[in-house]
C-alpha cells in the first residue's frame, strides 16, 4: 500500500515596532481593522514568529494547533480567544487564497524567537507568519509585488499591525494599505534596543484597547494629530539622511516620544481607564531623557535614540549607528541590570 503524502509549509515573518501608531478602528468598521489614522512601523527582521501548517489525518475542517518545537524557539502560551482568533484566520486564509479548507484535518504550529504577549507586537508577526505559511502552503509566491500587497490586507484582518510586517525596513500603512516606506534611513544605519521590564501576560489586550480608547475625549481630533506627526516624522527621517542630519533625526526623536505618550494618554483618558506603564518604565524614560543629555554635552553631534513603548511595559531605543551609540548602549545595560533585560538584535 503506498503511504499517502501529507502536504506541509513553514514560514516566518518579522514584529514590527509603530512608531506612530495604529490605535482605535473606524467606528463603521466592519471587522477588518481599518485604523482612524495612518501609522509607521520599523520592522524587527530578528524578531519573529514561525509558523507551520499540515494536513493531518483528520476529518475535513478540524483545525489543531501545538507550539512549533524548535531549538531557539518559545512557545506562545495562546488563550482559548487566542487560538479560536489564529483559527478563524487560517479558515479565512484558505477560503480567500484557494478554494476552502483542504480534504484533511490541518494542524497549525507556531513559536516566537523572542517573548510573547509582553508588547513586543507578537500577534503582528505571528498573523503575518500564518498568512505566509497558507499562502506558501497553497504555492503562492510570496515574494512577487501584488501577491504581497493581497497577502498584507488578508493578515490585516486577523491582527491590524500584522499588514505591516510584510514589508521593511520601514512600513507606511494608509488607506491604500501598507507598503515599503522608500527614502528613509535604512536598517545598516539603525539599531534596535528593547528593554524588557516585565514579560508578564498584558492584562488589557490590544483589542480591547482599541475598542476602549473610543471612550477617550482625547480621541477627538487624534486622527489629524496623528496623520500631522507622520508627515513631519517621514520628512525628518528623510533629511536625517541629509546634511545637517542630526538636527532631523533629533527633532525625528522628539516626535516619536510625543506619539508614545500621546496613545498611552489615550488609554489613561478612556472610561475606564487603564495603562501599561510599570514603575520600571519611567525609571527607563526618565534614564534616558539624563543619559541624553549627557551624551549630547559630551558629543555635540550626538543623535538621541527613538523611543517608544508599544501596549505593553517595555521600553524601544532606535539608535542611529555610531560609537557614542555603542558606549551609550553599553552604559544603558549596565544602569538597568537590576530591573530590565535588554535584548538587542532584532534589525538585522
Ligand atoms: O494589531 P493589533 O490589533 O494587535 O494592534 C496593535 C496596536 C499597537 O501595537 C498598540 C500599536 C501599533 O500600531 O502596532
Known amino acids: 500500500m503506498s503511504e499517502i503524502q501529507l502536504k506541509s509549509a513553514t514560514a ?4 514590527n515596532i509603530a512608531l506612530i501608531k495604529y490605535m482605535g478602528k473606524t467606528s463603521n468598521h466592519d471587522g477588518t481593522n481599518r485604523p482612524v489614522n495612518s501609522s509607521l512601523s520599523l520592522t524587527l527582521s530578528g524578531f519573529r514568529s514561525h509558523v507551520r501548517v499540515s494536513e493531518i489525518e483528520k476529518e475535513r475542517g478540524a483545525i489543531d ?4 518545537r524548535k531549538a531557539g524557539l518559545q512557545a506562545p502560551e495562546l488563550s482559548e480567544r487566542g487560538r479560536e482568533k489564529f483559527f478563524q484566520h487560517a479558515v479565512r486564509c484558505f477560503e480567500r487564497l484557494g478554494s476552502g ?5 490541518i494542524l497549525i504550529e507556531s513559536a516566537n524567537d523572542f517573548p510573547s504577549d509582553c ?11 500564518l498568512t505566509l505559511a497558507i499562502a506558501t502552503f497553497l504555492g503562492l509566491d510570496v515574494e512577487e509585488r501584488s501577491v504581497r500587497s493581497k497577502l498584507s490586507a488578508l493578515s490585516r484582518e486577523g491582527s491590524g499591525s500584522s499588514c505591516r510586517s510584510f514589508f521593511s525596513p520601514w512600513s507606511v500603512w494608509n488607506e491604500e494599505g501598507a507598503s515599503r516606506g522608500e527614502g528613509l534611513p535604512g536598517s545598516n544605519l539603525l539599531t534596535h534596543v528593547a528593554l524588557v521590564v516585565d514579560d508578564s501576560k ?3 489586550s490590544s483589542s480591547e484597547a482599541h475598542q476602549r480608547v473610543s471612550t477617550s475625549l482625547l480621541m477627538r481630533g487624534r486622527p489629524e494629530r496623528a496623520e500631522t506627526r507622520l508627515n513631519l516624522l517621514l520628512d525628518c527621517l528623510k533629511r536625517s539622511l ?3 542630519g542630526q538636527t532631523s533625526w533629533n527633532r525625528a526623536a522628539q516626535l516619536v516620544w510625543a506619539e508614545s505618550w500621546d496613545m498611552h494618554a489615550l488609554f ?3 472610561d475606564p481607564a487603564f495603562g501599561y506603564f510599570a514603575p520600571e518604565s519611567l525609571r527607563v524614560l526618565n534614564l534616558v531623557r539624563d543619559m541624553n543629555e549627557a551624551a549630547l554635552s559630551r558629543d555635540a553631534s550626538f543623535r538621541f535614540p527613538l523611543v517608544t513603548m508599544d501596549a505593553g511595559p517595555n521600553v524601544h531605543l532606535i539608535f542611529w549607528k555610531s560609537e557614542q551609540a555603542s558606549l551609550y548602549i553599553d552604559d544603558l545595560r549596565t544602569k538597568v541590570r537590576s ?5 538587542e538584535g532584532a534589525l538585522i
Do not use: H
Not at 494547533?65 to 512549533?68: D, K, Q, R, S
Not at 479548507?101 to 484535518?105: K, V
Not at 508588547?119 to 507568519?129: C, E, H, T
Open 119 to 129: 508588547g513586543l507586537a507578537s500577534s503582528a508577526s505571528s498573523f503575518a507568519a
Open 12 to 15: 516566518t515573518a518579522p514584529s
Open 339 to 343: 530591573f530590565a533585560r535588554m535584548i
Open 101 to 105: 479548507l483542504p480534504q484533511r484535518g
Open 65 to 68: 494547533w501545538a507550539p512549533f
Open 202 to 204: 498584558k492584562r488589557v
Open 268 to 270: 489613561e483618558t478612556s
Open 242 to 244: 541629509g546634511t545637517d
